[in-house]
């Protein structure tokens, strides 16, 4: 069976793309056999897990893809249930366009904040763009670093009416344990009791992402 | 409060749209229906597309 394709992009930096791509990507390794396609220059998914021991590793393998990514997915395609692409903050290199060309899903991670929204109308439209040669692509946006007490966090379901994709139920809260597993090469699974809310969160999410 | 927040998000989020440029349909449809074969060659591999970065 071939794996699914998982795309996590946002031309906007500092949304959350590697932490969510590493998250998600360990509790998909619960499930099956993950890869992570680090296809961001900036490299983070790799530091990321090269930060761990050998005692605790990080779940999931990662590789860089410097081009011809559509290429190394289907080629990937075959051995693993699950590839998470971490997508570079960037449309212009056109490497986004091409994981999410070669995607079934692409989550789209936006902070609860106007800067972010507007950032997302263009990624919207280039989405749209993929469409029409991966008609099978399915966008969601995913609310990251919700603050339950911030009225701008309680104010974002209103404005994503405004986009003409939807919104996943699902979204990760603002938690220290998701910069301090970074910090230690691991994932929020690892983390013991300080990760059990955040774990219950990406199982949540997971298991949106899985049936939706 | 929330209700008036959202309403201004929204607002904000329907004029970002408002400022986009235009789709360009028609290129995208070239683009879509382009026969890569003839037009784009493919090119070489380089030396190392792929590189495992963790574990090493």
């Known amino acids: ?212 | 409060m929330t209700k008036e927040l959202g309403s201004k998000l929204a607002n904000s989020v329907r004029q970002a749209k408002a400022k986009q440029p235009q789709k360009n349909t028609t290129d995208a449809q070239q683009v879509a229906e382009a026969p890569l074969s003839k037009a784009e060659p493919e090119l070489p591999l380089p030396p190392l597309p792929v590189r495992r970065v963790w574990p090493d």
């Open chain 1, 1 to 212: 069976m071939l794996a699914q394709v998982f795309s996590v992009a946002n031309q906007k930096g500092g949304t959350g793309k590697t932490t969510l791509s590493m998250n998600l990507a360990a509790g998909l390794s619960r499930r099956g056999r993950t890869l992570i396609i680090d296809a961001d220059p900036q490299g983070s998914a790799g530091q990321w897990a090269g930060l761990s021991t050998d005692e605790r590793p990080f779940p999931v393998s990662v590789i860089s893809v410097a081009s011809n990514l559509a290429r190394e997915v289907s080629r990937m395609r075959q051995d693993y249930q699950y590839l998470v692409i971490d997508c570079p903050p960037t449309l212009e290199t056109g490497v986004a366009q091409s994981a999410m060309t070669i995607s079934d899903k692409v989550f789209i991670p936006i902070l609860p904040s106007p800067v972010d929204l507007w950032a997302s109308v263009r990624l919207a439209d280039a989405i749209d763009q993929v469409k029409i040669s991966n008609s099978r692509l399915q966008a969601y946006i995913l609310i990251n670093q919700l603050e339950l007490r911030s009225a701008m966090s309680r104010s974002m379901s209103q404005a994503l009416a405004e986009f003409d994709m939807p919104a996943l139920q699902s979204c990760l809260r603002r938690r220290a344990v998701y910069r301090n597993s970074a910090l230690e090469g691991l994932s929020v699974y690892c983390m013991g009791k300080r990760g059990e809310s955040a774990v219950q969160e990406v199982e949540f999410l997971i298991e949106e992402i899985l049936t939706s």
